[in-house]
């Protein structure tokens, strides 16, 4: 299945990142329609208005990051360093091309790699994974829970539930032969999370998240 997801990434990042956050290119019409429905770049946004004021001096680890818009939005915010991870080399590769023409070499360390295969998470000072936990199966997230143990997170997530956007979402990834993408109620992401740990899900301008952490699910 990693494999799969590895192989789907390389072949669609690029066209993905483009239509999500507006970049001229080519760009099919599925895309463009996806595009419409998923506020790809405002969930970006909300993640940095959550975090943004907590990232300073902070090494923060960017999960499933893609081509980098938020890694290289929040650098903005002075945080001591960023591990940029993700599981398509097509994506890291695009990253490290910017970082050495940014000469943030010092600032921004990116490496592929397969989040749901770590065996414990890099030293860093919070979790962030913007259109990540998506695409992980649920024994694979309860790993992932088990490993971030109290260190802060944040994820954004789209809830299990009727409606329209995850009707077309379901057509899209259909289409696209996505090889795994997953909904979650709130329930069933509490039963991953190790009893006792505290988790708070919310909206920021209209994008659900979740966190451990009161200063990001309460951030003003
Ligand atoms: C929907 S994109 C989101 C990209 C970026 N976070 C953003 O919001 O612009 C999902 C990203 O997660 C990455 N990904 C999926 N499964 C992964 C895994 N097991 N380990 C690391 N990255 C993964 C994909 O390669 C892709 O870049």
Request: positive net charge; aromatic residues 14%; hydrophobic residues 40%.
């Amino acid at each position: 299945m990693a494999n799969l997801q590895k192989k789907y990434w390389d072949r669609k990042i690029n066209e993905w990142s483009h239509a999500s956050y507006n970049k001229q290119s080519k760009i099919s019409f599925v895309e463009k329609i996806a595009t419409f429905f998923r506020s790809v770049n405002k969930r970006k946004d909300a993640a940095i208005l959550i975090v943004g004021k907590q990232a300073k001096g902070k090494s923060i680890l960017d999960l499933g990051c893609g081509l980098g818009e938020f890694t290289f939005e929040i650098r903005k915010h002075s945080p001591k360093k960023i591990l940029a991870y993700d599981i398509s080399q097509v994506a890291i590769r695009h990253i490290k091309t910017n970082v050495k023409k940014n000469k943030l070499n010092n600032k921004i360390a990116c490496k592929v790699v397969d989040a749901s295969k770590l065996k414990s998470i890099p030293q860093c000072d919070m979790v962030i994974g913007l259109g990540f936990i998506d695409y992980f199966t649920p024994s694979e997230l309860k790993h992932l829970f088990k490993i971030i143990g109290n260190k802060p997170y944040l994820f954004s997530f789209f809830e299990k539930k009727v409606s329209l956007f995850n009707l077309l979402h379901k057509i899209y990834i259909t289409i696209q032969n996505c090889p795994g993408a997953y909904k979650y109620s709130r329930q069933e992401i509490e039963s991953f999370i190790p009893k006792k740990s505290a988790v708070y899900f919310f909206e920021k301008d209209g994008l659900q998240f979740m966190s451990n952490s009161r200063k990001f699910a309460f951030s003003k």
